[in-house]
């Protein structure tokens, strides 16, 4: 069986995307369907239209909703933003599925230690906060249907990052090292299963001393064949 993992992507981002699928590759113990969610693409097929909203800080930043009709409402994928850096088999977060929720998560409980992230963009805090940035979707949950590419393009930011349409015990959690927020967590002595550089990483110039900048940047080299 392949693993299906759809990874945002965003024409700032695309080192960031590019050392992202590296990393999974690098890793895993499978086969991996790698599907990027490129907005202007997914515009042109009709599945999205949603003008881009002023606080959007990404371009896959409600593509991701689309991901249970992508995969025809039918067995399980995996959205996650293109800003990681897997440093163990993704096929351990695949073993963590229960068919008994909608969605798995994270479920960080934080508030931003920073102002602003990536290119010098406004943070902002709200509930749920990055619940959304790493998904393994039961896309055969029947709740799941609700998500449609006229929600993805209609509904308002709150109702899908928080995921209004579920209730709370249909909403698995992951353990925290499958979305390890770098800037946000003390550095662990060991490297999390995911380096997630929440608040921007190497690719930007202002972000050259993040934690785990160097492994990224390693990534980065290999990926390019230096």
């Not at 995307?17 to 086969?31: G, I, N, R, T």
């Not at 163990?88 to 068919?99: G, I, T, Y």
Request: hydrophobic share 35%; proline share 5%.
């Amino acid at each position: 069986m392949d693993l299906k993992v759809f990874v945002g992507w965003d024409s700032r981002e695309k080192d960031a995307y590019d050392v992202c699928v590296h990393s999974l590759k690098k890793h895993s113990s499978m086969e991996l369907e790698i599907v990027p969610l490129i907005k202007a693409d997914l515009i042109k097929e009709g599945l999205y239209g949603r003008k881009q909203p002023e606080q959007a800080a990404t371009e896959f930043a409600y593509t991701r909703f689309l991901v249970p009709h992508l995969c025809g409402y039918k067995g399980w994928g995996l959205f996650i933003d293109c800003d990681f850096l897997f440093t163990q088999d993704v096929r351990k977060l695949f073993d963590c599925r229960a068919k008994n929720y909608a969605v798995m998560c994270v479920q960080h409980d934080y508030v931003p230690k920073s102002q602003t992230k990536m290119d010098g963009q406004k943070q902002v805090s709200y509930p749920r906060k990055n619940w959304s940035s790493c998904v393994l979707w039961n896309c055969s949950h029947p709740k799941n249907n609700t998500v449609t590419p006229y929600q993805a393009s209609n509904a308002t930011g709150a109702f899908l990052h928080r995921f209004q349409w579920l209730q709370d015990n249909e909403i698995g959690s992951l353990p925290l090292e499958w979305n390890w927020l770098e800037g946000e967590y003390e550095k662990p002595n060991t490297p999390p299963a995911v380096i997630h550089y929440t608040n921007g990483g190497p690719w930007f110039k202002e972000c050259q001393d993040v934690d785990y900048a160097e492994e990224w940047k390693e990534c980065l080299r290999e990926c390019r064949g230096a």
